[in-house]
C-alpha cells in the first residue's frame, strides 16, 4: 500500500510539474509589454488587446467592444487589480498553461500568447455591487408564481 501510495504521489507531482509550460524569453516580452501598459495607464492600448466580447460573471454584461470596455475599465480594473498587475514578475507572477494562454497568479488576468487579453476573473468591489443590485433587480422581477419559491 504505502509503494501505491508514493508511485501515485510522485505520478501527480509529475504531472503537476508539465501541466504548467515554462515561459519563453518572447512571452516574457508579451507581458512585460501588457505590464508596462498598466504602469503607463494607457487604456486606449489596453483596449486594442482586449478579445472581444469580454465576459463578465453573470448577471453583470459581457463588455462587448473597446467603446464600452473604456467606459467600463474603472468598474474592471480596480487599483488591486492595477497594483496586481503592475508589481507582478513576469517570471514569478505570470505561468504559461498550454493552449490556454498566460495567466496572473491563478488566473485573475489571462492573456493569449500575443498579448491579447482574453479574461479577466477578478471581480472588483464595484463589480461585486453591480451583480448583487442585477440579482435583487432580476428577483424584483420574477414572476408572482416563483417569487415564493425557496
Request: aromatic share 10%.
Amino acid at each position: 500500500m504505502k509503494k501505491i501510495l508514493i508511485a501515485l504521489i510522485l505520478l501527480l507531482s509529475a504531472y503537476y510539474a508539465t501541466a504548467q509550460d515554462s515561459l519563453t524569453a518572447e512571452h516574457k516580452k508579451v507581458i512585460t509589454d501588457f505590464i508596462n501598459y498598466f504602469k503607463n495607464n494607457d487604456r486606449e492600448e489596453i483596449a486594442l488587446l482586449v478579445s472581444y466580447p469580454l465576459k463578465r460573471e453573470y448577471p453583470i454584461p459581457e463588455v462587448k467592444d473597446r467603446e464600452k470596455f473604456l467606459r467600463r475599465f474603472d468598474e474592471i480594473f480596480d487599483c488591486k487589480l492595477i497594483a496586481m498587475i503592475v508589481n507582478s514578475n513576469p517570471s514569478k507572477d505570470w505561468s504559461a498553461v498550454g493552449w490556454r494562454g498566460i495567466m496572473l497568479g491563478n488566473g485573475s488576468v489571462w492573456i493569449d500568447y500575443d498579448g491579447t487579453l482574453i479574461a479577466v476573473n477578478y471581480q472588483s468591489d464595484a463589480e461585486v455591487n453591480k451583480k448583487a443590485e442585477l440579482i435583487e433587480f432580476e428577483k424584483a422581477n420574477l414572476h408572482s408564481s416563483v417569487k415564493q419559491i425557496q
